[in-house]
């Protein structure tokens, strides 16, 4: 498959675009070859040069649209458990309520129903986000090296309890020790990443609602259709709400773990 790039930022783009949804740039209808054609480095003709491939260092610490996505989705995880919780907690109450004749039976089982069905859907988008989930390196570390304290603390308990030689509580004390320092130095560098892409997130979401009001004004001018700059501004208003969302979560995370 032929991969289009913005001929101003370098962004992926799709023939469908009229406009790059990163920059705002006006895509000239001549960069969407057919599929048979030679595919041809538009981001490189277009200023007559290479494009300089990053090194895997830089790789490493770039953002993609799965990051962010899996960012959002944790945290709109974290945002459906509280709401659980605060629905099971005020079906309690209810019922303790109706109880001792505070509230009228019938009148609390029309609540419980409009939050029991409410509790319905919200499993259920939880359920749909965890498939489309990606796990954050970060996350699975920290249970690595968690689980890994754990076991050490195990491993002293049965050295107390004399079940296991000298020889091999030392052999596992140093394995146990040396996958913890392994995994916090992981922890380290995935900390950096993420420093990173937290100001990736800020330069891109600032793109993006400078391309939103980019939109209106060509809309406003006539280069757009109503319909047209609706569905543009749908789907650049969900990606933006997708960016909020990620940055948000993920300075919390920042402040959390350091």
């Known amino acids: 498959m032929v991969e289009y790039r913005c001929p101003v930022c370098g962004k992926p783009v799709l023939p469908t675009f009229k406009f790059c949804k990163a920059c705002g740039a006006r895509l000239p209808k001549r960069m969407f070859k057919e599929k048979d054609e030679p595919e041809e480095d538009l981001h490189a003709t277009s200023f007559g040069s290479e494009i300089t491939v990053n090194d895997s260092t830089e790789e490493d610490f770039s953002l993609t649209d799965d990051i962010v996505y899996a960012l959002a989705v944790k945290g709109r995880l974290i945002l459906i458990d509280k709401e659980m ?25 029309n609540r419980v129903d409009e939050l029991n069905k409410r509790f319905v859907e919200i499993k259920i988008e939880k359920k749909q986000l965890k498939k489309k989930s990606t796990p954050i390196p ?121």
Do not use: C, H
């Not at 907690?89 to 309520?97: K, P, S």
């Not at 543009?232 to 990606?239: M, N």
């Not at 933006?240 to 995370?253: G, M």
């Open 138 to 258: 970060i996350f699975e570390l920290i249970d690595k090296k968690e689980t890994a304290k754990e076991r050490l603390s195990k491993l002293k308990g049965l050295k107390k309890e004399k079940s296991i030689s000298q020889k091999t509580y030392e052999k596992m004390e140093r394995e146990y020790r040396e996958e913890i320092a392994t995994t916090e130095k992981a922890i380290t560098n995935e900390l950096l990443k993420m420093e990173r892409w937290k100001d990736q997130l800020k330069k891109q979401l600032a793109q993006k609602r400078e391309t939103l009001e980019t939109l209106f004004v060509r809309k406003s001018t006539g280069e757009l259709t109503e319909d047209e700059y609706n569905k543009e501004r749908a789907e650049l208003s969900e990606e933006i709400k997708n960016w909020e969302a990620a940055l948000e979560e993920l300075q919390k995370t920042l402040k959390k773990l350091k």
């Open 85 to 109: 919780e605060e629905i099971l907690e005020e079906i309690e109450n209810l019922e303790e309520r109706v109880k001792v004749g505070l509230v009228p039976k019938e009148d609390a089982k």
